[in-house]
């Protein structure tokens, strides 16, 4: 080499990765170079004190490697409980609280017609007798409300009153309900004409608001009747 | 400690012995302390962080495959744990103060001028002199003598830790040697 040696190449000697050839033209021309050798000695002082920065330690070791021990041991039991215990209490309390739900739903969905079932045979004898001589066209009664009120309008107060509608038509709506409910329905309607008395026919059915009504013995107001409610 | 025993101790861990690997932290600890410092210049900093990769390097054995040596492994994600820190913290040490303006509070940041512990760690002058003008060489050349002369990390290795080609690497040791000696040299140290 005529020229003086370029420092990349001082510093690839110095770390040993040129090859055989390479490394001998530079070891020839530092045999005769005094400017190269003292670059190259001032680099390998650069390296050395570079290398020396080994001394640099952590105080206590022993210490940090039980914090750390310690820091992963807590972040372990912290990993577990937020990966699968809190997951798993969630889900726990969402499937409780969905239960409940459910059960409540099913619960209240049972009211009027299961009620209605299991209120029905309290019904004398007697008077489900009259009360099937009675029915007009498979309900115990039926009413008839101006053409103003829409079926929405009808499903509206029936189902405010506890009724449970069991069908709907363009001109009617059916139900069922308690007897002091239906009374209460007949009030909302404001029914000026009382419905048919059945006097005749050994019942008799009293004015709206009147929960004396006599259908047998039985108690009047808890037993479940059905009715239809006409537009007309 | 070989990279064999290395292998020895994860197989442990994986089987479920998570006390093995306080055999990782006391071998590595002070290397990965020393790139830190270098890279972050505050020793307690540094203590903190180095802690926090270990503890990443547990939760994340998962990912390590086997392809390199688990130290480069280590490096690389001390590497890249750094590079995050730098983005987070920047470069100086700093401390917030709050102060009211307008009454309205407001965080300002000063740099932090008492006396740090790391000043009683060189006490060579010398080295003192090195920490101190490799904190001012630009981050990429001063990542690269830490691992390269102080750490004494092979190029391959350097190149798999730091995401860069061979060919960068030897160019940014050099370039980083020329400006640090230079630097030195105009202290009169070298």
Partial sequence: MKEHIPFELLSEYVDG???????????????????????????????????????????????????????MRSRTVRHIVYRYLMPASAAAVVLFFAGISLFDSAFQSRSVSEFARQQKPALSQPAVQQVQQNRIADVDFEDNVGAEYRIKDIRRILEKNGAQVTKVTGDYVEGEALLSDYQNIRGDFDFVALPPTLAGRGMNLAGAGDSDMRIGSANRSAQVVTFRIRRK | M?????????????????????????????????????????????????????????????????????????????????????RKHGRAVVVSIHRSVGGEEMELPIEDERERVEDKILEDEMLEAMRDELSKLPDDYREILTLRDIEGLPYEEIATVTDISLSNVKVRIHRGREMLKKRLAQRGLL
């Fill in chain 1, 17 to 71: 990765t040129l090859d055989a050839k390479e490394s001998r033209e530079l070891e020839k021309h530092l045999s005769s170079c005094s400017v190269c050798r003292g670059e190259l000695d001032s680099l390998c002082r650069l390296c050395d004190a570079l290398h020396s920065f080994r001394c640099v330690k952590i105080k206590d070791r022993d210490a940090f490697v039980r914090c750390t021990m310690k820091r």
């Fill in chain 2, 2 to 86: 070989s990279d064999q025993t290395d292998m020895e101790i994860l197989e442990k861990i994986k089987a479920g012995d998570r006390e093995a690997y306080a055999g990782i932290v006391s071998e590595y600890q002070d290397r990965i302390f020393r790139y830190l410092y270098a890279r972050i210049g505050n020793y307690d900093e540094a203590l903190d962080a180095t802690q926090d990769v270990f503890i990443q390097v547990m939760e994340s054995l998962g990912s390590f495959r086997g392809e390199s040596k688990f130290s480069t492994w280590l490096y690389s994600v001390t590497a890249n744990y750094c590079r995050n820190y730098k």
